[in-house]
């Protein structure tokens, strides 16, 4: 399940902690760490987000196409480590 974002002073995000289990956990193992970003709301920093968009492209490409373990989904999830969007 695709989570909705948040949107604060124009930042449109996901808080990886709200998001279900199996994504938490896959996303920690796909995920470009450069592109979480920290949030301060209320004088409290908020540390494990990312761009709404960046969680769109790793949904659509990483988690939504993650069939049965073959080359072509590990060398999907190699060019999202790098920073660089699958699609590019």
Do not use: H
Request: hydrophobic fraction near 40%; charged fraction near 30%.
């Amino acid at each position: 399940m695709k989570v909705k974002s948040k949107i604060f002073k124009g930042i449109e995000y996901i808080q990886i902690a709200e998001l279900p289990q199996e994504q938490q956990e896959i996303l920690a193992k796909t995920l470009n760490k450069n592109i979480i970003i920290k949030i301060l709301m209320n004088g409290k920093v908020v540390r494990d987000c990312i761009q709404f968009k960046d969680y769109q492209t790793w949904y659509e490409n990483i988690f939504k196409a993650d069939p049965p373990i073959d080359d072509s989904k590990e060398k999907s999830k190699a060019i999202f480590r790098k920073g660089v969007k699958a699609n590019s």
